[in-house]
């Protein structure tokens, strides 16, 4: 009798069709409570649906691998129609390993990346809101910055950016009212006092008019009438020397040229004191102010490059937030001499050129004990900057603030650096997003930090028995499938029909089987020595598929030959 | 001779159950061992080992006569014979397990902060029901038992599909447990004071229980299949 094909590879096509399907739908029905943004809202339900995937793949093969061989008319025993399902279901398990190995941590990450960044976003708008409420501009600016990172479209954000921009100006107009007003008057001088000194002037405009030095002669003869006005020559003076001045003087535009060049020169003064900051604002404001100048193009840039070493710019900051948010960050390095330094994190981001932090602690023990808290801070090689700076608003400025009296300074020197920072990041996170190739290599370097490294080994454990669980649930399958088989085969449309349906049943015993799975990771983690770990759990999954192909025979009815 | 076939299948059964209670109350006791040394330390093992042991046992009889039905099925083509079968090995066993309590619970200890939470209820209603009075013991193991053997009709769903019953079979065990530990909570009780009917929480699980009985016996004779009775394959 012709033997029928087992149809393994369209069964199990046709269930991971039908769990993408499904897995979408719940994520669409589930977005409502999970408080993503409508931005990540496709991106998320769709790796929702591929997560969905991923978890039940190990019952779709079971499911899959039972359906062959219960309509395969196989009577050569166990041995032979495993063989039959075997193939087939060796290359999916592959299949499925690689995708689960490879792909699904990146899913994984990126998801939580999505909820993380939704939730920072509702986070900072409340932030801002409240702060708004209480007249802390600062931080409402700050969190506002976050909200920019995240979705600058939302309308919640547009709305809060504006009272919030509309407070900054207001305070700032305020506080330059206040600034003028403050200025404290002059010191009264008698009428004599100032005859006296008005004449002195006056001789010296004279003279200087004398001498041909009608830019003198005319200051002169201002500040004469400045100080005494009732001398009818003095005004005279005035005028006739400025009369001087508009026939011989420059013009208009050449007075606009000296008073830039003597901002520039302002600018450049601060600029080789090393005031790069003081420098920066003069310059960025002439750069509003005058288009293509090119001292100015020249001095924003250097001065911009030398604030890099004291300082650095919120939009970097935005920036690498706006394409990595890896939430709360710590880690503790315990050097030779016995001090330990610890930095936390409300906030991480990876970039490729720094490492970027949101309100930091950083603490140092040892002879010189630091303890200091940052808003924003970027790590750098192993250089931490403890100063942001708004670079379309350089007046406004996030200083550190050192709680200890040893430490001072923009910039801190690290015994980690920004690559340590990334890695422990990595490590630190969901084990479930750990990239395969940094969770393989990185257990000993999450036990240098101070990291827990029984949940990396559980979850390296977890990755490892995905093929073995595969191939252990189709060998059952095939044993099942053939056990009890149907009195009379079921149609296509049968089998396709009922198949979600055995899945559904399928994933509550594999979920016990799991935990149970997880359990012994776990025995092996904590009772074994790492370098024994691993070959222990893998000799460990070998034996349970060994048990899983006698009992698959047991369950089908014939001894393996 | 159709005696001794019956016998045969009989001893089959009980071999098959009893070898299955075995492995799976080992099975369950050194799983949660395992997760209590894992939290409380490897000393803690000692101190919650005899408790939990015992404490496996209602879960083992379930897991046991689960396995069983597949034999039954395949052995009896009458469904009272093989409801008769299942009854009598699923009391046995848990009568011998409360028997073990009875007399000798001190020996094995009454540590039961191993267990999972969901399992914590039924344990401890095991221990409670196996050093009650004689008749809350046969009356509670009793209708434990056969709310077991009740579920055969669930393996028999579809003659045409006897993978159904399979793929039920595990989720049906598991759900008997819990069904079984909401009938030991509160609410459950409740219920009965609501009605007036004042009993003790022993006999509200019962009476429970037999009613899930009686429910499963109807289920079987009004849907399931009538249970194959010959070994078809192999």
């Given at each position: 009798m012709a033997e029928r094909k087992p149809a393994y590879m369209a069964v199990a096509l046709a269930l991971f069709a039908m769990a993408f399907a499904i897995g979408f739908l719940i994520a669409l029905a589930s977005i409502g409570h999970s408080g993503v943004l409508f931005r990540f809202a496709v991106s998320w339900e769709s790796i929702k649906a591929a997560l969905a995937i991923a978890g039940w793949a190990p019952a779709i093969l079971l499911v899959a691998s039972a359906l062959a061989m219960e309509s395969s008319e196989a009577h050569d025993g166990f041995t032979g129609a495993a063989a039959q399902v075997l193939a087939p279901a060796l290359i999916l398990a592959a299949l499925v390993s690689i995708f689960y190995l490879l792909v699904v941590p990146a899913l994984a990450e990126r998801k939580t990346r999505y909820e993380n960044k939704s939730q920072l976003f509702v986070d900072s708008l409340r932030g801002a809101e409240e702060a708004l409420q209480t007249g802390s501009l600062e931080v409402a600016a700050r969190d506002m910055l976050a909200c920019a990172a995240i979705d600058a479209l939302d309308e919640r954000y547009v709305e809060l950016n504006e009272r919030v921009q509309k407070s900054l100006v207001v305070a700032k107009a305020a506080k330059a009212d206040k600034a003028a007003s403050s200025k404290p008057p002059a010191p009264s001088r008698t009428e004599d006092d100032d005859w006296a000194e008005a004449n002195r002037f006056y001789l010296e405009a004279l003279r200087a008019r004398a001498e041909g030095r009608l830019f003198d002669a005319h200051y002169l003869a201002k500040r004469s009438a400045a100080i005494y006005s009732k001398r009818p020559e003095v005004r005279r003076l005035v005028n006739e020397t400025w009369n001087d001045l508009q026939r011989l003087g420059p013009s208009a535009e050449q007075r606009g040229e000296a008073a830039l060049y003597k901002r520039k020169l302002e600018g450049y003064e601060r600029f080789q004191e090393g005031d790069f900051l003081t420098a920066y604002r003069i310059y960025s404001e002439l750069a509003s102010e005058v288009g293509g100048d090119a001292d100015i193009a020249a001095y924003l840039k250097r001065s911009a490059e030398g604030l890099s070493t004291i300082a650095f710019f919120t939009e970097e900051d935005v920036r690498a937030f706006s394409r990595f948010d890896g939430g709360s960050f710590k880690i503790s390095v315990t050097s030779l001499d016995g001090s330990v330094a610890i930095l936390t994190a409300s906030r991480i981001a990876i970039a490729d050129e720094a490492v970027y932090f949101r309100n930091i602690l950083y603490t140092r023990t040892g002879s010189e004990p630091v303890r200091v808290r940052a808003p924003f801070a970027r790590l750098h090689g192993d250089t931490l900057l403890l100063r942001a700076v708004d670079r379309d608003h350089p007046d406004m400025v996030w200083e550190p603030t050192y709680e200890t009296a040893a430490g001072s300074g923009f910039a801190l020197r690290l015994p980690f650096n920004q690559e340590d920072a990334a890695r422990v990041h990595w490590l630190s996170?969901?084990?479930?997003?750990?990239?395969i190739n940094l969770l393989a290599t990185g257990i000993e370097d999450a036990r240098r930090y101070g990291l827990k490294t029984e949940p990396l080994q559980v979850e390296l454990a977890g990755r490892m028995a995905y093929p073995f669980a595969v191939l252990i649930l189709a060998l059952l399958g095939a044993g099942l499938g053939i056990r009890f088989k149907p009195t009379v085969p079921p149609s296509t449309a049968t089998k396709y029909l009922t198949a979600p349906i055995f899945v559904a049943l399928a994933i509550a015993p594999i979920q016990m089987v799991e935990d149970a799975g997880h359990l012994a990771a776990r025995a092996m983690a904590t009772w074994l020595s790492p370098a024994l770990f691993i070959p222990a759990w893998l000799g460990f999954l070998g034996a349970c598929v060994v048990i899983s192909l006698f009992v698959s025979a047991r369950i089908a009815g014939r001894s393996v030959r | 001779m159709v005696q001794f076939c019956q016998m045969k299948s009989l001893l089959a059964i009980v071999f098959r159950f009893l070898i299955t209670f075995i492995v799976a109350d080992l099975c369950l006791t050194m799983a949660w061992i395992i997760g209590a040394a894992l939290d409380h330390?490897?000393?803690?093992v000692r101190l919650v080992l005899g408790g939990v042991l015992v404490s496996a046992m209602p879960a083992s009889v379930v897991a046991a006569i689960f396995i069983s039905f597949f034999l039954v099925n395949r052995l009896y083509s009458s469904r009272i014979a093989g409801y008769a079968v299942l009854a009598a090995v699923s009391a046995a066993a848990a009568a011998g397990a409360g028997l073990l309590v009875r007399f000798f619970g001190a020996a094995f200890g009454s540590d039961v902060s191993a267990l999972p939470s969901l399992y914590k209820p039924v344990a401890e209603w095991f221990r409670r029901v196996s050093v009650a009075s004689w008749a809350e013991f046969s009356l509670g193991l009793g209708t434990f038992a056969l709310m077991n053997a009740a579920c055969w009709s669930l393996t028999r769903l579809s003659r045409n599909r006897p993978l159904f019953g399979a793929f039920v079979a595990p989720g049906a065990a598991l759900a008997a447990l819990y069904l079984f530990s909401i009938y030991l909570s509160g609410p459950a009780d409740a219920v009965f004071r609501l009605a007036g009917i004042d009993l003790s929480r022993t006999m509200t699980t019962s009476a429970l229980a037999t009613c899930t009985t009686l429910g499963l016996v109807l289920f079987d004779a009004l849907f399931a299949m009538k249970p194959a009775g010959a070994p078809r394959h192999g």
């Open positions: 996170g969901a084990p479930s997003d750990i990239p | 330390g490897l000393d803690s």
